[in-house]
């Protein structure tokens, strides 16, 4: 009996998933990528040959638990991330990390802790998340995050410095237009299910050495095949399945899952026919951007923890987070500055909006820094769908049989994250083995 095969366009986070799944259930995979570097949206970066960052920084909670069960299935080290305790640092203005203990303590305990919170403030973030409780989380289908924090009564430094920081780095989306549902979700399964789920999951490599690259390894173990500089440009329907135009085995292909992003899948999906309205609520998504600013300010530079908050919402102060690098096994003293979803400051010049970050360090440090050795800065302006209230973010499936897809745009209770990614890969490729499953049986 044939092996059954199947080609996955995309090697970043969804494709690679979806491939490491079925290659662990027999099937040979043959992954292409148009690029040279593998993860796709959440990949490394070369700069000047000499260093290598991310094109954006990525945060992992605790409760993201696909990811890190394919790195382990993978072969990855633990030690490749740093797990955190929940904290938010503000220079200035908030300490709070959540303690080592069981719900609800490992918040009541934080709270009770914390620095820069007026009892008002604690008593507001109780309520917030008493009110999602009694209600089992479930919020008005049209609901925003600044509704839900005006529902519950939040404070204005509660706001400022923990609710809409946070639902910017979940989210990518400003807090006004954010959904409320989304959010009550991640909220779910962090600040309300303990301390090893609300735990950060920093990671201590880039990006592509984090998954891609052992998932890769792992796929060649498995007679997988990874084609990269290798572009997909259609999907053609033929006798038995598909043709890749651009697949140089020219070969056709029973079943095929187009795990790019949407703005690829889309073409992708009209080559084929028979997906219009699938195309067109997929073409309806609105995207944001992350914009993340390397500072290499050099040897005996450390931020206060490896990961502060920043106050920001202006062009003077663009950033909400700040990373150090050299914390988290890179090198010493190299900063990265995030800003999550639009702003004031994407009116800013590429040079103007790096003085920028660098002066907002200092003044929110509230010391001088060195000028950088050197800088970098990274805009990836579709980095994730907006997600809003009332979108339809379509599921794996697509008209055609055999031809499926993967993503973080796709339907989740969580926004457009690597743990959305992955696990639209690992149901897909579920999918896919029960269809192959039912054809052997049938």
């Known amino acids: 009996m044939s092996v059954p095969v199947v080609a996955v366009i995309g090697a970043g986070y969804a494709g ?5 799944e079925l290659a662990r259930a027999g099937v040979h995979v043959t992954v292409f990528e148009r690029s040279h570097t593998l993860g796709g949206r959440a990949r490394v970066v070369h700069k000047d040959h ?14 993201y638990g696909e990811l890190t069960r394919l790195m382990r299935l993978t072969g990855c080290s633990p ?8 904290t938010l640092y503000v220079p200035d203005r908030l300490q709070l990390k959540a303690a080592s203990l069981p719900a609800p303590f490992h918040l009541a305990v934080g709270l009770l802790r914390a620095r820069g919170l007026s009892w008002a403030d604690r008593l507001a973030m109780l309520r917030l998340m008493r009110w999602l409780k009694k209600r089992s989380f479930r919020v008005p289908a049209d609901m925003t995050v600044t509704g839900l924090l005006q529902a519950t009564r939040q404070t204005p430094p509660l706001v400022q410095l923990v609710w809409e920081p946070l639902c910017v780095a979940a989210l990518n989306t400003p807090a006004a237009e954010a959904d409320a549902q989304v959010f009550a979700n991640v909220l779910r399964d962090s600040l309300a299910a303990g301390a090893a789920a609300s735990e950060l999951l920093l990671p201590r490599v880039d990006l592509s050495e984090l998954f891609p690259v052992p998932a890769a390894r792992y796929l060649a173990t498995r007679r997988g095949k990874l084609r990269t500089g290798n572009a997909i440009e259609a999907v053609e329907p033929v ?5 890749l135009q651009g697949d140089p085995g020219s070969q056709s292909w029973p079943q095929v899952v187009l795990a790019t992003a949407p703005y690829h899948a889309s073409p992708l999906l009209a080559s084929a026919g028979g997906c219009e309205r699938l195309v067109e609520q997929i ?3 609105d995207h944001e951007p992350i914009t ?16 502060i908050g920043l106050v920001s919402g202006t062009a003077v102060d663009p950033a909400q987070w700040a990373f150090d690098r050299g914390q988290l096994g890179g090198p010493e003293g190299l900063m990265a500055c995030v800003i999550s979803a639009s702003g004031p400051h994407e009116a800013l010049e590429r040079d103007a909006l790096m003085v920028a970050c660098h002066a907002q ?19 990836e302006k579709r980095a994730t769908i907006a997600c809003r209230p009332g979108i339809l973010r379509p599921g794996i499936r697509t008209p055609l049989p055999g031809l499926w897809l993967a993503g973080d745009y796709l339907d989740s209770d969580y926004p457009a994250t690597l743990e959305s990614a992955v696990r639209s890969g690992v149901a897909c490729a579920a999918a ?5 499953g039912r054809k052997a049986g049938g």
């Open 283 to 285: 073409d309806a998504l």
């Open 79 to 86: 030690k490749q991330l740093a797990h955190l305790p929940l």
């Open 432 to 436: 896919i083995l029960a269809e192959l």
């Open 292 to 307: 993340t600013v390397y500072l290499a300010l050099g040897k005996g530079q450390r931020l206060p923890e490896a990961m």
């Open 361 to 379: 360090l200092e003044r929110q440090l509230g010391r001088r820094l060195p000028a950088p050795e050197w800088s970098q800065l990274i805009t």
């Open 50 to 63: 000499h260093w290598r960052v991310d094109n954006g920084q990525h945060i992992l909670i605790g409760a």
């Open 16 to 20: 690679l998933a979806c491939a490491v």
């Open 239 to 243: 006798a038995g399945g598909y043709r």
